[in-house]
């Protein structure tokens, strides 16, 4: 019998990286055509004042703090995150992300399912090679079709909530 599984190692520094609105995506483990249940796993770094807005999606989303802060809004609450802290939000929450500063935040993320999210990234991200290198800037986004792209994937982003 042949087995499909097969251990997956990535050195530290590697994986498939993408430029999204300003933040860089690096794919640490995500779903292929043997596992399309799969989880998908990512390094988020958020350079200071940036995010994620507002959205809902279909799958399960956590997070685990590496380095600086993270603030997620969701349902009238606010969570400020550093360093070693979790939060995980169940399907169909809304929910927006933020990194106040003063340094970039670098978070792991876990999507499950991920295959989704991995085809949202891969379509409106800006892969980079090096996911060492400084982020060169991203052109200005087709909002439109990033709102598309998220429909497609159970991504569906909403209104900025007034304060």
Do not use: W
Request: with cysteine; charged share 20%; aromatic share 6%.
């Amino acid at each position: 019998m042949i087995s499909t599984r097969s251990i997956r190692h990535l050195p530290s520094g590697t994986g498939r990286t993408f430029s999204v609105l300003g933040d860089s995506v690096t794919f640490k483990g995500e779903p292929d055509d043997d596992t399309p249940g799969a989880p998908l796993l990512f390094e988020h770094m958020l350079p200071a004042t940036l995010g994620v807005p507002p959205h809902t999606e279909r799958n399960h989303e956590a997070f685990y703090v590496l380095d600086g802060t993270l603030v997620v809004e969701s349902e009238g609450e606010r969570y400020r995150l550093g360093a070693g802290d979790f939060l995980s939000i169940p399907p169909g929450v809304p929910h927006a992300l933020h990194n106040p500063g003063p340094g970039p935040a670098r978070v792991l993320t876990l999507v499950s399912p991920g295959s989704q999210h991995v085809r949202f990234f891969s379509a409106v991200g800006r892969p980079i090679e090096d996911p060492n290198a400084p982020p060169a800037p991203d052109a200005p986004p087709d909002i439109p079709r990033l709102l598309a792209v998220g429909r497609e994937c159970g991504i569906e982003f909403l209104p900025p909530q007034k304060t």
